[in-house]
């Protein structure tokens, strides 16, 4: 078992930056793929981002590329989601997730464990 807690959302004004983290403990965190989803109300969740088990490789969602980068640290067992120039349409759940796949894949499906989740509001 992985037990994956985010932490790091809250109220932010459109333009605005956030930094979420989500730290993991149980297995060796290295052996995972991380990722990020989100959840806006009433929508499904969807991809935001993923790294690989080293923190080489990286895929983003077109949605957000080129405004959020994730970055983690396996001494830390933690993986971070750095967003910038937040916009209204960024309101969700934010959740981590962990994947014993090697494939950075963008189906909530691959992945194996989830973090309870943290809501981002970004006001108009």
């Known amino acids: 078992q992985v037990q994956l807690v985010e932490s790091g959302g809250g109220l932010v004004q459109a333009g605005g930056s956030l930094r979420l983290s989500c730290t993991a403990s149980?297995?060796?965190?290295?052996?995972?793929?991380m990722g990020w989803f989100r959840q806006a109300p009433g929508a499904d969740r969807m991809f935001v981002t993923a790294i690989s088990r080293t923190g080489y490789n990286t895929r983003y969602a077109d949605a957000v590329k080129g405004r959020v980068t994730i970055s983690r640290d396996n001494t830390k067992n933690t993986v971070y989601l750095q967003m910038n120039t937040l916009k209204p349409e960024d309101t969700a759940v934010y959740y981590c997730a962990a994947s014993a796949e090697v494939a950075l894949d963008n189906s909530p499906s691959a992945y194996d464990y989830w973090g309870q989740g943290t809501q981002v509001t970004v006001s108009a």
């Open positions: 149980g297995r060796t965190f290295s052996n995972y793929v």
